[in-house]
């Protein structure tokens, strides 16, 4: 299974973009990357999820580089309300496929 | 809109109380996984589902079980209650499949063991 490295925790400031990068050396030819977002007291809420390359949705981009060892989250002009802890998943969905999270980022918006 | 259910938002229970959580989810997802989560640890898997009577063991399964009678309904089972089990529970879903999908989560219950 391949483990996942977050920073801990990040501090940003409102209206600047936020990046959080993901390392996943033993990831699997198969496996998808996901990131979710989690809110106190909330169950996480996927965000954004890529292969490789690049991937842009109204919320998130992610970047995947060619060898897929690492990824990163890109939040624009973050707001207070994005502060949250945020998980990178690196796994398949599959019949059997176990979802282990890692420890997560925690990002504190400022205003 | 997808809908993960657990039964109880807060519990209270007695060391050494069977306990019963309770997940139901609407969407026919043939995945469904248990969580506990506690501060500075992030979500640990505890048993998770892939179809009606079948589990795999997660990362910490020790000192609970589970069930799955129904595809749509997952139960976790603490056998005897301990006050380290107190901590939030997470159940979520999800459709089996490569990729493009995604995990639903409840909205968890803390469970406090006393």
């Known amino acids: 299974l391949a483990k996942t490295t977050q920073p801990i925790s990040m501090d940003s400031y409102e209206g600047q973009e936020v990046n959080i990068t993901c390392s996943h050396n033993?990831?699997?030819?198969?496996?998808?990357i996901t990131w979710y977002q989690q809110f106190p007291s909330q169950g996480p809420r996927f965000i954004i999820q890529?292969?490789?390359t690049k991937v842009t949705n109204e919320v998130a981009s992610l970047f995947i580089p060619a060898d897929r060892k690492s990824s990163t989250l890109s939040l624009p002009r973050v707001s207070l309300s994005d502060t949250a802890v945020y998980y990178c998943?690196?796994?398949?969905?599959?019949?059997?496929?176990?979802?282990?999270f890692g420890q997560g980022t925690e990002l504190s918006v400022k205003p | 809109d997808v809908k993960v259910t657990q039964s109880s938002r807060y519990l209270v229970k007695r060391t050494g109380e069977k306990v019963f959580l309770e997940c139901v989810q609407d969407?026919?997802?043939?995945?469904m996984f248990w969580y506990r989560q506690d501060p500075g640890l992030g979500l640990r898997l505890i048993y998770f589902?892939?179809?009606?009577?079948?589990?795999e063991k997660g990362d910490i399964p020790e000192g609970y079980s589970v069930s799955r009678e129904k595809k749509e309904r997952f139960s976790l089972i603490l056998e005897s209650a301990s006050t380290n089990q107190t901590s939030m529970y997470l159940c979520?879903?999800?459709?089996?499949?490569?990729?493009?999908?995604?995990?639903?989560f409840g909205q968890g219950t803390r469970l406090t063991v006393v």
């Open positions: 969407m026919d997802h043939e995945n």
């Open positions: 589902s892939y179809d009606v009577k079948m589990k």
């Open positions: 979520a879903s999800s459709l089996s499949g490569e990729g493009d999908t995604e995990a639903f």
């Open positions: 890529g292969y490789k």
């Open positions: 033993n990831i699997a030819t198969n496996d998808y």
């Open positions: 998943l690196v796994g398949t969905y599959n019949q059997g496929g176990k979802l282990i």
